[in-house]
């Protein structure tokens, strides 16, 4: 268990910034989330906490100490690759036997200490039965396990995790998930959790840091982050269906995106008049309703060009046209409402959830 | 009733001709071209001598063993043959060890300029041996190593080691970069890495080196003739070509000498075939 600092970590490979600097630090026993795009620097990142790689500039410290220039061996580290990378050759029990065997000869067990070791980690897994096998003779969700098992066997300081359930079917992904965070609960051991999947990242970590580019974008816990998403990549990253972004006209009396008007926020930011700002609207806030039964005020009609039922909730893409502009949102439908493609609807969205941004940084207005 | 049986029996003859009747002319055909010769060879090795130069008929009418009597019991092939072993085995074991560390360095260390250092080590396979023989030569000779196994064996291990590297090299890289970094956090060093986890994984691939390692060492002449000057250090095919004729030449000894030298290199190949059979990597990473 160890507190992870990294302080102004950088790595290039040749001209070409993987990483511009980063500056992090993950608590001790915390189950931290790296979220991004494919190519955003995270799996390097991970790389570097293990020691495979060299960062180009800055410092690595765990627990107060550095570990930048230390082997992997040496930083007592476990990484879960999303290939599992389990030994062909090797069966079960000598897959999560091997981090003890190869350990450094002051630290190796007896030969049944081993034994005792394997057998706790495997019951603890549910692979008692299966000790025998060797990988391919495994599924999926088992290799998974094996994989956590020779991670967890050694009780090491911290544990890495690189995109492990993507390769998992829909409904495993769920029950593994859940048996993530029971691993941790009871474990505690400081966890690093690399993914694309913002859904993942949303129910897994105690707190999660969006990557792109090479740059965090924005620390925080999950809620947080989707509450108030600090640019313009994070909000349209985190949240399905994504959040609406449209280009907005600030007025007196509120907003006016094309030909949909929006009430003003009441800790608007102190902008000019007439500036134009991006507006965003969770798809969950943005309500659709039949256009006959409009009461709602700023309401704006539209036809309906998609729609995704999604069990609770039906998502729909409506197309508003006021002859200058067009603009294209979804939202939700009211309870009850299940609109037709090309149908006339009305569109309407709350003042409270609306977040605004500076189109041209990307940086989010506003106190909130 | 029969024939029906026999009509169908004709029938799917014909089929199979149909479907496969080329392919077999070919193989047969290919078959023939390659074995000919060694069927010849065998012939010739069971004739008495005064049938050896007469050709009908073509298959003997009498078979003597005589040449083989002569040529293991009689000659010192069977030391050269001895010798052959030691130096094919050692020279296999030396490429393949200084191979694989070779190998694995360039295949998964960070080194600089790792296609520089695959190039030249296969530009040095590209000498043909006659130009480096006198220097060679002489430098066996400072080293006290003239006419010893060692200067044969030790030749055909540095001749064999680009192949042995790129061969090598090859296969680490075909070995998923996950299970190597798997072993180094698992606590390996590199080392422990490549003897655990790599050598094992690459069987397939130590298994084809070493063959084709052996197999140039046991035919290799140039390098065993100049650097050997005695029975007790001559190799196989050396032996077979210095073999004694004074008055004629001994076309059966000869045959049936190198039969005896042909057998263990093909038989290895037939014993190491089992092994060339790749797919020990499945089920490692996702599949």
Redesign the interface.
């Given at each position: 268990m160890a507190e992870v600092r990294i302080e102004l970590i950088e790595k290039r490979i040749g001209q070409k910034i993987i990483l511009h600097p980063i500056t992090l630090t993950v608590h001790d026993g915390e189950f931290f989330v790296l979220v991004g795009p494919s190519g955003c620097g995270k799996s390097t990142l991970l790389s570097l906490l293990?020691?495979?790689d060299q960062p180009t500039a800055g410092r690595i410290l765990f627990d107060g100490s550095d570990v930048t220039d230390l082997?992997?061996?040496e930083r007592d580290?476990?990484?879960v690759?999303q290939?599992?990378?389990?030994?062909?050759?090797m069966t079960v029990r000598e897959n999560m036997a091997?981090?003890l065997r190869?350990?450094?000869r002051a630290k190796r067990l007896e030969r049944n200490r081993i034994e005792e070791e394997v057998q706790r980690v495997a019951g603890f897994l549910g692979l008692s039965a299966l000790l025998d096998r060797?990988?391919?003779?495994?599924s999926?969700g088992q290799r998974q396990r094996v994989a956590l098992g020779?991670a967890l066997i050694?009780k090491p300081r911290l544990f890495l995790l690189d995109e492990p359930l993507s390769?998992l079917d829909a409904q495993l992904r769920a029950s593994m998930r859940a048996e993530l965070l029971r691993l941790h609960k009871e474990l505690k051991v400081t966890t690093i959790y690399v993914t694309h999947d913002q859904t993942e990242a949303m129910t897994l970590g105690d707190r999660l840091a969006a990557l792109s580019q090479g740059r965090i974008q924005q620390i925080g816990r999950p809620h947080d982050i989707y509450a108030a998403p600090v640019n313009l990549f994070v909000a349209g990253f985190m949240g399905y269906p994504p959040m609406n972004l449209l280009s907005a006209r600030l007025r007196n009396d509120g907003l006016q995106a094309g030909p949909l008007h929006l009430t003003r926020p009441s800790d608007a930011p102190t902008v000019d008049q007439e500036q134009i700002v991006t507006v965003g609207l969770r798809p969950e806030d943005v309500v659709v309703a039949p256009a006959t039964d409009s009461g709602n005020e700023g309401a704006g009609f539209g036809i309906v060009r998609l729609t995704e039922p999604s069990g609770p909730t039906l998502w729909v893409t409506a197309e508003l046209n006021d002859h200058s502009e067009v603009v294209t949102i979804s939202g939700s439908a009211q309870a009850g409402f299940v609109p037709k493609i090309g149908e006339r609807v009305a569109v309407s969205g709350p003042r409270a959830t609306l977040h605004l941004f500076d189109p041209t940084t990307g940086q989010r207005l506003g106190a909130s | 009733m029969r024939r029906s049986d026999d009509d169908q029996a004709g029938s799917t003859m014909m089929v199979w001709i149909r479907a496969h009747g080329f392919t077999a002319c070919v193989l047969l055909f290919v078959g023939l071209f390659c074995l000919g010769p060694v069927l010849w060879q065998a012939v010739t090795s069971l004739k008495p001598d005064q049938d050896l130069v007469r050709l009908p008929p073509l298959i003997p009418e009498r078979v003597t063993s005589v040449h083989y009597d002569r040529v293991l019991l009689q000659s010192s092939l069977p030391r050269s043959l001895a010798n052959s072993m030691v130096v094919a085995a050692s020279a296999t074991v030396t490429a393949i060890v200084v191979g694989a560390f070779c190998a694995f360095a360039l295949a998964r260390l960070p080194i600089a300029g790792k296609s520089v250092i695959l190039g030249v080590a296969l530009v040095t396979s590209m000498f043909p041996p006659i130009a480096v023989i006198s220097p060679l030569y002489l430098l066996m000779r400072e080293f006290g190593l003239r006419d010893t196994l060692v200067a044969v064996g030790l030749t055909h291990a540095v001749y064999s080691l680009p192949l042995a590297v790129w061969l090598l090299t090859s296969f680490f890289q075909q070995l998923p970069k996950e299970l190597y970094q798997a072993a180094r956090i698992d606590g390996c060093t590199p080392v422990q890495a490549l003897l655990t986890i790599m050598l094992p994984l690459a069987r397939p691939g130590l298994a084809v080196a070493a063959l084709l390692v052996f197999i140039y060492s046991w035919n290799e002449f140039m390098f065993a003739l100049t650097l050997t000057a005695s029975d007790t250090t001559r190799t196989a095919p050396v032996a077979v070509a210095l073999f004694p004729g004074l008055y004629e030449i001994p076309w059966g000894d000869l045959a049936a000498a190198s039969l005896v030298v042909t057998l263990p290199v093909a038989g290895l190949a037939l014993a190491f075939q089992r092994h060339i059979i790749a797919g020990l990597t499945a089920g490692s990473v996702k599949g």
């Open positions: 293990a020691g495979l082997e992997p061996r580290v476990a990484l690759f290939s599992y990378a389990l030994y062909p050759h091997f981090p190869v350990a450094p060797r990988p391919r003779e495994l999926g020779r050694r390769n | -």
